[in-house]
């Protein structure tokens, strides 16, 4: 099973609800932090990294004795990440998708590969939780090969918990794609609404079940709630606005540890999603 965790935009409150649901389940558990550019859920865990794996992108080399400078690859290259001038092809590295389209059609064969380093992706334990995280590079434009990789830590097998980055482009589709749910996180004021809105047509379009968690609540606002019964959208937890979760939250404590009474909250959180995955597949079949 996997639940992706999303939200319109950042500072949600995403990574609490990512580590506490993590770490309120007693079944075997992998949380997945795929939001690459800035991964904080180690800071919550705090797990012994016991594997890492530098994650390459493939790009071209220019064998420039087979090379006729002949301009293919510099037509097909979609990202001007090649440009074969009168009597050489340059490359610009940090600009290749690496999708292999220059040195498949290369006439003369003359394009190989070479990995460039776009990150890294640590796994470890924490509390009985396996822990998978992926780094992009500082620079690095491309974190999507880097989501790939933490991906193929999913496990079929467990429950996996996926952090993915706030928005609703690319590495939000990437990391969310096969989902069985996605649980979305918002806040009740207009900017909230707003990226929930948009995060929801996101995982419409790619035909995943998705329900609520609405962070801060009381600051009178009502409107969130009332998009989510319109639209036929399930608030499957609220969580207040209280200094003592935004304190513990500083600190890096994670709210299930710091406040007890909060673990059953996301049992039953848990619970509330796999029975939506069952009658969503149940609805299918
Ligand atoms: S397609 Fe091949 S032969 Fe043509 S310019 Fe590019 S590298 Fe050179
Ligand atoms: S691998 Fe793809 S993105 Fe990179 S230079 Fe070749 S065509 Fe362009």
């Not at 992998?30 to 800035?38: G, I, N």
């Not at 379009?205 to 968690?213: A, F, R, T």
């Not at 609220?238 to 200094?243: A, G, N, Q, Y």
Request: hydrophobic letters at 35%; one cysteine or more; aromatic letters at 6%.
């Amino acid at each position: 099973m996997l639940i992706s965790i999303a939200s319109g935009k950042g500072g949600t409150g995403k990574t609490l609800v990512a580590t506490s649901l993590a770490l309120s389940l007693e079944e075997s558990v992998k949380l997945l932090d795929c939001d690459v550019e800035e991964p904080n859920d180690h800071i919550f865990l705090k797990p012994a990294i016991t594997g890492r794996e530098i994650v390459y992108v493939p790009v071209p080399s220019i064998d420039k004795e087979k090379c006729t400078c002949c301009g293919v690859c510099s037509e097909v290259c979609e990202f001007n990440a090649i440009a074969a001038l009168k009597s050489t092809v340059l490359v610009f590295p940090e600009l290749c998708h690496g999708c292999g389209a220059c040195s498949y059609l290369c006439p003369e064969e003359a394009i190989s590969t070479v990995g460039r380093e776009a990150g890294v992706v640590e796994t470890g334990y924490s509390n009985g939780v396996e822990f998978v995280q992926g780094k992009l590079n500082v620079g690095e434009a491309m974190p999507v090969p880097v989501i790939r990789k933490v991906k193929e830590h999913i496990d079929q097998a467990a429950t996996n918990i996926m952090d993915v980055s706030p928005g609703t482009s690319c590495p939000v589709v990437e990391s969310i794609k096969d989902s069985d749910f996605c649980l979305l996180v918002t806040e009740p004021t207009p900017f909230g609404l707003n990226d929930l809105e948009l995060a929801v047509e996101v995982v419409r379009k790619l035909d995943i079940p998705c329900g609520v968690v609405l962070n801060r609540v009381g600051v009178g606002y009502d409107r969130v709630e009332q998009y989510c019964r319109n639209e036929g959208i399930p608030i499957l937890l609220t969580v207040p606005l209280d200094s003592r979760i935004a304190g513990h939250y500083s600190r890096g404590i994670p709210l299930c540890e710091a406040i007890p009474e909060w673990k059953p909250r996301f049992k039953k959180l848990f619970e509330d999603i796999r029975k939506s995955i069952l009658s969503q597949s149940g609805q299918r079949t």
